[in-house]
């Protein structure tokens, strides 16, 4: 298989088909953690780790198990079942490394769980017949990919947002546009730009 495979995985997933931007996906983290870039950071670091080993498991889940005994229609409460133990080690693993990230993010990191981005990511691998396309072995390998490149459009919108939220508040907004206004019309924007590199790949 080409290295071409991967690149235009990631590449595509990354800014053409960005999980938040285009697809409207994880949108509750983007506006709800995006005030400082350090908890933004904290959080893509967070979402990157569960949405890969989330999806390289929930793709072994369900061509090994859940194909094989023909019980795919309980595929999405399987997935959530392995996010969730995925999220509750993330949360464990910052608590104990930065409580003062862990208290920044707040109740936005157990809602990761319910991040409809991860779920989204782990449904769509199925659905796009990676397996049938390359075999289930080199599929994952793209599936992975594409995780990963929407790991990082995630990453790289919510540090760009978070960046330009930390200078709207040194910024004289009128009154009726402070906060949450403001951030969807920047948001908004900012899916216009990432809206003209469709067509790319």
Same mark, same amino acid.
């Not at 157990?110 to 049938?132: D, F, K, M, W």
């Given at each position: 298989?080409?290295?071409?495979?991967?690149?235009?995985?990631?590449?595509?997933?990354? #800014?053409?088909?960005?999980?938040?931007?285009?697809?409207? #996906?994880?949108?509750?983290?983007?506006?709800?953690? !995006?005030?400082? !870039?350090?908890?933004?950071?904290?959080? /893509? %670091? +967070?979402?990157? *780790?569960?949405?890969?080993?989330?999806?390289?498991?929930?793709? #072994?889940?369900?061509?090994?198990?859940?194909?094989?005994?023909? $019980?795919?229609?309980?595929?999405?409460?399987?997935? $959530?079942? =392995?996010?969730? !133990?995925?999220?509750? &080690?993330?949360?464990?693993?910052?608590?104990?490394? /930065?409580?003062?990230?862990?208290?920044? @993010?707040? =109740?936005? @990191?157990? @809602? $990761?769980?319910?991040?409809?981005? $991860? @779920?989204?990511?782990?449904?769509?691998?199925?659905?796009?017949?990676?397996? +049938?396309?390359?075999?289930?072995?080199?599929?994952?390998?793209?599936?992975?990919? /594409?995780?990963?490149?929407?790991?990082?459009?995630?990453?790289?919108?919510?540090?760009? *947002? !978070?960046? =330009?939220?930390?200078?709207?508040?040194?910024?004289?907004?009128?009154?009726?546009?402070?906060?949450?206004? =403001?951030? #969807?019309?920047? %948001?908004?924007?900012?899916? &216009? %730009?990432?809206?003209? &590199?469709?067509?790319?790949?």
């Amino acid at each position: 298989m080409s290295p071409t495979v991967f690149f235009v995985a990631i590449v595509s997933a990354m #800014l053409i088909n960005n999980v938040v931007l285009m697809r409207f #996906l994880g949108v509750c983290p983007f506006l709800g953690v !995006s005030k400082k !870039s350090e908890t933004a950071i904290g959080m /893509s %670091a +967070a979402v990157m *780790f569960v949405m890969v080993v989330g999806s390289i498991l929930t793709y #072994l889940l369900y061509y090994f198990v859940l194909e094989p005994f023909e $019980i795919t229609y309980i595929s999405t409460i399987a997935f $959530i079942l =392995i996010i969730a !133990s995925l999220v509750q &080690l993330v949360e464990m693993f910052i608590k104990k490394a /930065s409580k003062k990230l862990y208290k920044a @993010l707040g =109740i936005y @990191l157990p @809602l $990761i769980v319910t991040n409809c981005a $991860i @779920l989204g990511i782990a449904e769509t691998n199925i659905r796009e017949g990676y397996a +049938a396309e390359y075999g289930v072995g080199q599929g994952m390998l793209v599936a992975t990919s /594409s995780a990963f490149g929407a790991a990082l459009g995630f990453a790289l919108v919510i540090f760009a *947002f !978070s960046t =330009i939220r930390e200078r709207l508040e040194a910024a004289d907004v009128p009154t009726a546009w402070k906060g949450i206004p =403001i951030s #969807l019309v920047v %948001a908004g924007i900012m899916a &216009l %730009a990432f809206l003209g &590199l469709e067509g790319i790949v």
